[in-house]
């Protein structure tokens, strides 16, 4: 088994509430070349760890992980649709795996997935289908959440199924940084957003049209006093990335949600898939060299922007 990783933001307003030009081809190079890693690395399975935003889980069952077994993009915003080249038979296994270690893990046999998975596929593969892959949602939007601990543990528990395979495997973690856009809350939402949240699959083109109409109108003011959402955090973003970097996953155990959720914003929850893959590969190889390729905060994408990459020492 050879193991690499790479962790990256995701945005819905690339493309829809650009920031300047000169900011859009320094993220650009930064993705050429993660694209070019993964080109050479020629990986045989992808193992990604994403949230989902109400897309593809509600809560009429809102499960902390899931794995799928098959998967396909809804196509939000400007991502492509259709299906993802999920490896059945291994997810599966995968599953069994983690549950005979002792950590509970939810099945989907036809998962929706947004642009919180397929947007990083896409940059950093050019598709939805080039590699087989194995997505597992980490639930990082619908509160209450899992502690931060039991990520951990669920990629410890990941990496250790990877040690066991003959393959060139990439974990990916998609979320995050410091951001707080507008995604509703259950917890006193007037009842037509609570329905929604609820059960809101499938919605019409219109209705969809609507919300991602909220997302860009809340990108053109996100950061300024016109805001109410928590603005971006680069002092929390940057310690956090220096705790990756220095390989102190165990500090995560402590992580207060609600803290995080005043501190850097209620979407910051989503570098839970990056502590997951980093644990992965943690685990996979008993330790890793880890780099920051890039870190922006980019209020026009509602991003604290960051990229990093690491591998076994
Ligand atoms: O209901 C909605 O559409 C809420 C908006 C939304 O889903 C925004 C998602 C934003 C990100 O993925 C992000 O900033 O990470
Ligand atoms: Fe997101």
Redesign the pocket.
């Known amino acids: 088994m050879t193991i690499k990783l790479k962790c990256l ?5 690339r493309g829809l509430n650009d920031p300047a030009p000169d900011v859009i081809a320094e993220v650009d190079a930064v993705l050429a070349r993660a694209r070019a890693d993964v080109e050479a690395f020629d990986p045989e399975l992808i193992v990604i760890f994403a ?1 989902d ?3 593809g889980l509600f809560y009429d069952l809102m499960p902390p992980f899931v794995i799928a077994t098959a998967a396909v993009s809804v196509g ?1 915003y400007m991502t492509l649709p259709g299906p993802l080249s999920v490896e059945r038979d291994l997810a599966l296994d995968l599953a069994r795996f983690i549950l005979d270690h002792d950590v509970d893990i939810s099945l989907s046999h036809r998962l929706q997935v ?3 998975c397929t947007q990083t596929l896409e940059e950093l593969t050019g598709s939805l289908t080039r590699y087989p892959v194995i997505p597992i949602i980490i639930n990082s ?1 619908a509160p209450p959440f899992a502690p931060y601990r039991r990520i951990r543990r669920l990629g410890e528990v990941v990496g250790q199924f990877i040690a066991t395979l003959d393959k060139r495997v990439l974990v990916l973690g998609t ?2 940084l410091s ?1 707080e ?4 809350l259950l917890e006193g939402a007037p009842e037509a957003i609570g329905e ?1 949240l609820i059960c809101g699959r499938n919605p019409t083109p219109e209705a969809r049209a609507a ?2 109409a ?2 860009v109108a ?1 990108g053109k003011i996100y950061g300024t006093e016109l805001s109410a959402q928590t603005p971006l955090n680069a002092e929390w973003d940057q310690a956090f990335i220096a705790l990756l970097l220095d390989a102190r996953l165990d500090a995560v155990d402590d992580f207060s949600i609600e803290e995080i959720s005043k501190e850097a914003g209620r ?1 910051t929850h ?1 570098v839970r898939t990056w502590v997951a893959a980093f644990a992965a590969l943690a685990a996979a190889r008993g330790g890793y060299s880890a780099q920051r390729d890039y870190y922006r905060p980019i209020n026009e ?3 604290g922007y960051g990229v990093m990459s690491a591998e076994p020492r």
């Open positions: 933001s995701h945005t819905p307003l949230p935003h109400y897309n939000d947004d642009h919180g939007v979320g995050g951001h856009p507008p995604v509703p929604f919300r991602q909220r997302t809340a979407s989503e994408w509602i991003a």
